[in-house]
Nanobody, 126 residues
Framework: QVDLMESGGDSVQAGGSLRLSCILS???????????MGWFRQAPGKEREAVAL????????YYADSVKGRFTVSRDKDKNTLYLQMNNLKPEDTAMYYC????????????????WGQGTQVTVSS
């Protein structure tokens, strides 16, 4: 079982930055290598899409083309937290952002992930 809790979403102006955090319960230690972890987002009327995903080893699996060069996924093993640093935010980044985890093999499909946080809203205005 993996308990995930996202935070850090906010309303910002275009060009601004946010850092999202996904705090894991102590039942799962980030860095133990058991789960693929990363970030998805879903805007109203849109499908849930992968944003930034890591392999269970912690290496980068995927960045969406739309966020490459602007978003960075990272992890802090000591704090048992996964982060998404988002820079140069654009209105099209507006969405509910979710932290997710799943056992390997690590894939890009949201429906394959078993564990989800509650989501944190990011709103970017022009």
């Amino acid at each position: 079982q993996v308990d995930l809790m996202e935070s850090g979403g906010d309303s910002v102006q275009a060009g601004g930055s946010l850092r999202l955090s996904c705090i894991l319960s102590e039942y799962y230690r980030l860095g133990s290598g058991r789960y693929c972890m990363g970030w998805f987002r879903q805007a109203p009327g849109k499908e849930r899409e992968a944003v930034a995903l890591t392999y269970h080893t912690g290496s980068i699996l995927y960045y969406a083309d739309s966020v490459k060069g602007r978003f960075t996924v990272s992890r802090d093993k000591d704090k048992n937290t996964l982060y998404l640093q988002m820079n140069n935010l654009k209105p099209e980044d507006t969405a509910m952002y979710y932290c997710a985890a799943d056992g390997p093999p690590c894939v890009l499909v949201a429906d394959e992930y078993d564990y989800w946080g509650q989501g944190t809203q990011v709103t970017v205005s022009s």
